[in-house]
């Protein structure tokens, strides 16, 4: 993934258009979200239920474990501070302010930093992207007990690790369980911007991306 965004990154000139910028990151987006759709098909409890409830349930979290992906690699700097392309650019959050999102921006910040002094680390990370993705409160859910049940599992499973793993961290459970509701009101701003440019005819139409935003507006 890092490999397609340098490729990508060494055919745009991010200082002369933040329009450029977002046209890329949708295209990152995209390319992420096939990404994530095929590690969910393959992942435990998710892969036993019905294509039906499947596709409801990606549909209310891929933007929330997109969000939740991206925090985990700049907590452990997986990406680097910022990306640097071929031709020497360098990509920094302060684009998110020329878009128009200094709100998302230090939210995200925020995160990021909540996220080091928590050291999340790599099992809490992935309890957490299937409490995200395991909602048994979505809508129309088909086979709603065995959701809940696999979420009631990944919680009880998340609660035992820090118990073992983080003794002296008496509140650590909890304080990942918050980082939830945070990771929700990015996602809500980020799809809210997201279907407005799509609506504006300012990002790629006929995507993985737009699809995503449209359907839960159709749900």
């Not at 549909?59 to 690699?73: G, K, P, Q, T, V």
Request: aromatic share 10%.
């Amino acid at each position: 993934m890092l490999t397609f965004m340098q490729s990508e990154l060494s055919h745009t000139d991010m200082s002369s258009s933040p329009q450029q910028f977002l046209r890329l990151l949708c295209r990152m987006v995209d390319q992420l979200l096939f990404l994530m759709v095929e590690w969910a098909r393959n992942s435990s409890f998710f892969r036993d239920i019905k294509v039906e409830d499947q596709m409801k349930l990606l549909h209310n979290s891929w933007s929330e474990i997109l969000i939740l992906d991206f925090i985990y690699r700049q907590i452990h700097n997986i990406w680097g501070k910022d990306i640097i392309s071929p031709n020497g650019h360098s990509i920094g959050f302060d684009v998110l302010d020329n878009l128009g999102l200094p709100d998302v921006k230090a939210k995200v910040f925020e995160l990021i930093k909540k996220g080091k002094e928590l050291k999340m680390d790599f099992n809490e990370y992935m309890c957490l992207k299937f409490l995200i993705l395991l909602n048994p409160d979505v809508s129309s859910l088909e086979n709603r007990s065995y959701v809940e049940g696999s979420q009631e599992k990944v919680n009880a499973a998340l609660f035992d690790y820090c118990a073992r793993c983080y003794p002296d961290v008496a509140d650590k459970f909890s304080q990942l369980l918050l980082r939830l509701p945070e990771i929700r009101v990015i996602s809500i701003r980020m799809e809210d911007f997201l279907y407005f440019k799509h609506m504006s005819n300012e990002v790629p139409d006929q995507t993985l991306l737009t699809e995503m935003l449209q359907a839960k507006r159709l749900g």
